[in-house]
């Protein structure tokens, strides 16, 4: 289930809205011209699944979106923890290549099959974090400053949507906004407590 914090971005971050309430979170993302919507979850995936047995299950839903919006490419993303001794240094790896402030020259569009993680959006003087799991189909438009953290242990397997196939750069801007905001770690254990 979806949960959003939205935080200031000053240099000692306060919290203006944590919910899982999807229309509290649609009424949130629409103000800043984010789509989130929702597709069926197919538990048999949410472990992972080989690419082609991901896109298959999923053909429709896909097939509806590309028409749509004109995507060119689709492929799945996914990383589940595994007892080989890399495993923390490919979880670290992974884990960094996108945790620092970017944009991209292309919507960055993800459909959680199963798993989760977290996009940050830097928006207007606040950051929407976005923990979306199984079911969410997340677009941020292009050229929006943003980050994303699949957290410690990361887990998840995730449809990809791209408009050209020229290879996902991240641009860069140096803004170091993303060490003073909670983590993914840190916010879904917030979440946890919440529930509890
Ligand atoms: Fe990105």
Redesign the pocket.
């Known amino acids: 289930m979806t949960f959003l914090t939205v935080y200031t971005d000053h240099d000692s971050s306060e919290t203006l809205l944590e919910t899982e309430d999807p229309e509290e979170i649609a009424r949130a993302l629409k103000e800043i011209d984010v789509r989130l919507r929702h597709w069926p979850v197919l538990d048999e995936l949410r472990g992972g699944a080989d690419q082609e047995r991901v896109l298959e299950a999923y053909r429709d839903e896909v097939a509806r979106i590309v028409e749509e919006e004109g995507y060119t490419f689709v492929d799945v993303a996914q990383l589940h923890p595994d007892d080989a001794p890399d495993w923390a240094e490919r979880a670290r790896a992974a884990r960094e290549k996108?945790l620092s402030e970017?944009t991209?020259d292309d919507d960055?569009v993800r459909f959680f099959v199963g798993g989760s993680g977290i996009f940050y959006l830097h928006v207007d003087g606040r950051v929407h974090a976005i923990l979306c799991e199984a079911g969410d189909l997340l677009s941020?438009p292009k050229d929006t400053t943003?980050?994303?953290d699949m957290g410690t242990d990361p887990e998840f397997t995730a449809i990809r949507f791209f408009h050209d196939d020229d290879g996902w750069v991240?641009n860069f801007t140096g803004n170091p906004i993303a060490s003073r905001i909670p983590d993914f770690d840190a916010i879904a254990a917030r979440r946890a407590s919440l529930r509890s």
């Open positions: 996108f970017h991209h960055e941020v943003h980050w994303f991240g």
